[in-house]
T-cell receptor, first 115, second 113 residues
Framework: KAGVTQTPRYLIKTRGQQVTLSCSPISGHRSVSWYQQTPGQGLQFLFEYFSETQRNKGNFPGRFSGRQFSNSRSEMNVSTLELGDSALYLC??????????????FGSGTQLSVL | DQQVKQNSPSLSVQEGRISILNCDYTNSMFDYFLWYKKYPAEGPTFLISISSIKDKNEDGRFTVFLNKSAKHLSLHIVPSQPGDSAVYFCAASIQGGSEKLVFGKGTKLTVNP
């Protein structure tokens, strides 16, 4: 089974621009979550999508948004980029069957640098 | 307010010795705990988990201990190997769900040959 695929691996943008990151979950996984990793803050939850609907949201401003398509692929968008948005953005998928003790499977991430 | 805390940013041990990574949590509603390992330029990979109905879970060289009264868990790696050098993240969730895992800031483990 192919793992979680994130594209692109690296991005360089300037302040004020917007960016779209893409994530393809493991086949059969219906839930996609996004996390931001920065050196000082660890992994912080952005949002989770399931069946094309945002089910959970973290404490990030409205500039951060996402969506999920019918094939479970997900995109994340950040508008009006700020220097502090520079981070590794990680996508994770899970079956979300409702069973307890499921785990997340992560992609390799997109490293975003905002100049 | 940080609900999952890993107070040691780094840990260095000798090959063959035991590595002990610690994690504390504040939310008593957490009932499922996981450890992830992360190498540079890669995503985190699942290592081991424990449900709150247990106090210990073993998988090969890795053992996780949970002390619910102290809201503390620890990951033991015995024996430590140089390939174990990575950043280890502790994570917790409510009702065993994988959604909205709360992660600690991570501990960088270095195993010296």
């Amino acid at each position: 089974k192919a793992g979680v695929t994130q594209t692109p691996r690296y991005l360089i943008k300037t302040r004020g621009q917007q960016v779209t990151l893409s994530c393809s979950p493991i086949s059969g996984h219906r839930s996609v979550s996004w996390y931001q990793q920065t050196p000082g803050q660890g992994l912080q939850f952005l949002f989770e999508y399931f069946s094309e609907t945002q089910r959970n949201k973290g404490n990030f401003p409205g500039r951060f948004s996402g969506r999920q398509f019918s094939n479970s692929r997900s995109e994340m968008n950040v508008s009006t980029l700020e220097l502090g948005d520079s981070a590794l953005y990680l996508c994770a998928s899970s079956p979300r069957t409702g069973a307890t003790n499921e785990k997340l499977f992560f992609g390799s991430g997109t490293q975003l640098s905002v100049l | 307010d940080q609900q999952v805390k890993q107070n040691s940013p780094s840990l260095s041990v000798q090959e063959g010795r035991i590595s002990i990574l610690n994690c504390d949590y504040t939310n008593s509603m957490f009932d499922y705990f996981l450890w992830y390992k992360k190498y540079p330029a890669e995503g985190p990979t699942f290592l081991i988990s424990i449900s709150s109905i247990k106090d210990k879970n073993e998988d090969g060289r890795f053992t996780v201990f949970l002390n619910k009264s102290a809201k503390h868990l620890s990951l033991h790696i015995v024996p430590s190997q140089p390939g174990d050098s990575a950043v280890y993240f502790c994570a917790a969730s409510i009702q065993g769900g994988s959604e909205k895992l709360v992660f600690g800031k991570g501990t960088k483990l270095t195993v010296n040959p």
